[in-house]
């Protein structure tokens, strides 16, 4: 009987009723509370919505009462190492090899995870990606056409460094067939596809992939979002080389420590991680050989530690995003520490600065002034990305201090407390701008 329902829960997942399907697997749950099954398919769905907290707890009993289920433990592992915590998931990951020594999801996994602790992956990149590089995703559309929604490639790195394409790729308009094209075999031949999302954003990170991903769409005729070659040209010692070079900006020096007079305080960081992760400040030449020696590497950048803060004391980052040849204002970030993110910045407790951040949302070239809005104007013309976004701070004189210009910014919508209701058509905008340009180009595609 249970199979009948959960047969009838997918159903409604591929036609993209998520509510109804949420619903038919807790209908299955309460003919068996233990399904291996009805509790995976559940968590994915659930984080495929967003809803990581429930997405967890399913995963979680998924793994308490089938510890032997090894999609539950993969799922279980992708989820953890998504959310921020690569350490607690390995051990899942592991899991699931001692059941199935080969299974290719769970060596991608383990090689992600120790690979975002700074830790030797061995050979499961080869084992885990190595004749699994093209991946079809669920496609939950209505159906268009015979080959059902439209045919999309996004081409992704295996290591990581990807943008997060997931809110504003709907999987019930487009069909996506993923490339990790780091390994992807290039005798090997393309899947049908309309238009191509280059999805790989890191270019200190992802080298491999990009040389793989120039030459997929070398192969194309398809178009393109954000060139390959674009962003390989969006190292972070490239990038700030290029745009210190821009009137009103003022990019730090960034160089290879081993490459570099040091002149302190500096900041260090290992190239190809983000949110802040193996990224330090250095006070004191004393301080240095500790500080280098936390990092996974052992020769990280050196950046010239630029001062962000204002006349009262905190310091602000301001991030906006280039879509489509169009900038949207996304966030202000205020906090009293130099590492400004927004997750453990200060906005929620303070209302001045979520006033301070509304003004800025609403009117941002009155709040950022003429200088770093023609600036901001040239870097979007030099980086050249149809999709990307930048971290800046104001200078006194109302120069650009430019943190980081990239593909690997993130949209998050805010979260469902109304205290951030003023961020939504922010967020609204910029997530809207992306599906319009990707529809756009996919509309103007040829069909291999």
Sequence with gaps: MIEGVLRHARALAACGDDAAARQTYLDALRLDPRHPVALTELAALAQAGGYMSAAKEAYRQAVQCNPGYT?????????????????????????????????????????????ALGQDAGPHWQKGFRGHAVVPRRYRGAGRGSGGGIPLLLLVSAVGGNVAVRPWLDDTVYAVTAIYADFFDPADPLPRHTVIVNAIGDADLC?????????????????????????????????????????????????????TELSFPLLLRAPGYHTGQHFVRVETADALDQAVASLPCL????????????????????????????????HLAISADWKVHYFTAAMAAEPSFRAEEQRFLHDMPTVIGERAI???????????????????????????????????????????????????????????????????????????
Aim: glycine fraction near 10%.
């Design 207 to 259: 080298g491999a992939a990009l040389a793989g991903a120039e030459r997929i769409v070398a192969r194309s005729a398809a178009p393109v979002v954000n060139a390959p070659a674009n962003v390989r040209a969006t190292g972070r010692e490239q990038i700030a080389h290029r745009l210190g070079c821009i009137p009103g900006v003022r990019a730090p020096q960034v160089t290879s420590l081993s490459r």
């Design 71 to 115: 999609m539950a433990r993969v799922g279980y592992g992708d989820l953890l190492c998504e959310t921020g915590d690569p350490a607690a998931a390995c051990p899942h990951y592991r899991a699931a090899l001692a059941v199935d020594a080969n299974l290719p999801q769970a060596h991608q996994g383990l090689a992600r995870a120790l690979h």
């Design 374 to 448: 023609a600036a901001l104007g040239r870097i979007q013309a030099d980086l050249g990305l149809d999709y990307c976004g930048i971290d800046f701070a104001l200078a006194p004189d109302g120069s650009l201090l430019l943190f980081e210009a990239n593909a690997t910014m993130v949209v998050n919508p805010p979260d469902p407390d109304p205290i951030w209701d003023y961020r939504r058509p922010a967020a609204a905008a910029a997530l809207g701008a992306a599906r319009a340009m990707l529809a756009r180009c996919a509309g103007c595609g040829l069909r291999p």
């Design 299 to 330: 020769d990280p950048l050196a950046i010239e530690y630029m001062d962000a803060r204002g006349p009262d004391g905190m310091a602000r980052k301001y991030r906006v995003m280039f879509i489509d040849g169009a900038a949207y204002p996304l």
